[in-house]
């Protein structure tokens, strides 16, 4: 039951709709499509602005925390009067503003083995905007088992790493790191810092990499290679990533107990 784009949907959209890779048939496809933000932070906020302004039907967003005063620095979804207020809910208020056509769903909750699954199952593509391994490991262990595609990133300091994900087809973050280092190991935005330009750049990339996806734009998606991303020398680099059989969330069944 695909319906046309309105007169309305056609002007807001037309920027897009007139790059030949997309057009009128990418944009029906962008507003019928589910897209699931994990995080509305410093990589969520920079996404989800974008996933919204391009006209993605329905957003969800996943956040359990409340907006504070030392996060407006790249969590641009949320502003000073804003403090206080849920993030996720800050989030419906500043994209239903920028695009009242993308319905907005917040989960005020944190992604743990108890939702996971309820929550990603109705979605078509996720944007790992978390900030801990123990998310990441979960989002990727989800997806691959529900069989949506996901877009990784991390960030911390002046650097930045990113990966897609499509269940079936291409390595996946648990083929690239087996498990969480240890917590010594961690450097976490918290125990950091991170340059919240950086943090846009990344979360940018995640944004585009859901359009294309959306959209059958998949010969050129950030699968087998993880990009590395480096503000201080202003430099990117990929690093070829290959599918691991023996991969606990990934691997062929046969391969996994092989090994076991
Ligand atoms: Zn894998």
Same mark, same amino acid.
């Given at each position: 039951?695909?319906?046309?784009?309105?007169t309305?949907?056609?002007e807001?959209?037309?920027?897009?709709?007139?790059?030949?890779?997309?057009?009128?048939?990418?944009?029906?496809?962008?507003?019928?499509?589910?897209?699931?933000?994990i995080g509305?932070?410093?990589l969520? /906020?920079?996404?989800?602005?974008?996933?919204?302004?391009?006209?993605?039907?329905?957003?969800?967003?996943?956040?359990?925390?409340?907006?504070?005063? +030392?996060?407006?620095?790249?969590?641009?979804?949320?502003?000073?009067?804003?403090?206080?207020?849920?993030?996720v %809910?800050?989030?419906?208020?500043?994209?239903t503003?920028?695009?009242?056509?993308?319905?907005?769903?917040?989960?005020?909750?944190?992604?743990?083995?108890?939702?996971?699954?309820?929550?990603?199952a109705?979605?078509?593509?996720?944007?790992?905007? +978390?900030?801990?391994f %123990?998310?990441?490991?979960?989002?990727?262990?989800?997806?691959?088992?529900?069989?949506?595609?996901? #877009?990784?990133?991390?960030?911390?300091?002046?650097?930045?790493?990113?990966?897609?994900?499509?269940?079936?087809?291409?390595? $996946?973050?648990?083929?690239?790191?087996?498990a969480?280092?240890p917590?010594?190991e961690?450097?976490? $935005?918290?125990a /950091?810092?991170?340059?919240?330009?950086?943090?846009?750049?990344?979360?940018?990339?995640?944004?585009?990499?859901a359009?294309?996806?959306l959209?059958?734009?998949?010969e050129?998606?950030?699968?087998?290679?993880?990009?590395?991303?480096?503000?201080?020398?202003?430099?990117?680099?990929?690093?070829?990533?290959?599918?691991?059989?023996? $991969?606990? #969330? $990934?691997?062929?069944?046969?391969?996994?107990?092989?090994?076991?």
């Amino acid at each position: 039951m695909t319906t046309r784009l309105t007169t309305e949907q056609i002007e807001r959209y037309s920027r897009q709709i007139m790059v030949p890779d997309l057009g009128g048939r990418a944009q029906m496809h962008l507003r019928d499509a589910r897209v699931l933000i994990i995080g509305a932070g410093g990589l969520g /906020s920079p996404a989800a602005f974008y996933l919204a302004a391009a006209g993605i039907g329905t957003l969800g967003i996943v956040d359990p925390d409340k907006v504070e005063l +030392s996060n407006l620095q790249r969590q641009i979804l949320h502003a000073t009067p804003d403090i206080g207020r849920h993030k996720v %809910e800050s989030a419906k208020i500043t994209l239903t503003r920028l695009n009242p056509d993308v319905d907005v769903k917040p989960y005020p909750v944190r992604f743990d083995p108890g939702n996971a699954h309820e929550i990603a199952a109705d979605y078509k593509f996720i944007v790992d905007g +978390s900030d801990s391994f %123990e998310t990441k490991f979960l989002i990727n262990d989800i997806a691959i088992k529900l069989g949506i595609a996901f #877009s990784h990133a991390g960030i911390v300091r002046l650097q930045g790493q990113t990966m897609t994900v499509i269940p079936g087809k291409s390595a $996946c973050y648990r083929c690239l790191f087996q498990a969480p280092p240890p917590p010594e190991e961690i450097l976490n $935005c918290q125990a /950091s810092g991170i340059l919240g330009a950086v943090a846009g750049t990344l979360g940018t990339i995640q944004a585009t990499e859901a359009v294309k996806f959306l959209t059958g734009i998949e010969e050129g998606l950030l699968t087998d290679r993880l990009l590395i991303y480096d503000a201080k020398q202003m430099r990117f680099r990929d690093v070829a990533v290959q599918r691991d059989p023996y $991969c606990a #969330s $990934c691997g062929d069944p046969a391969s996994k107990s092989a090994s076991a």
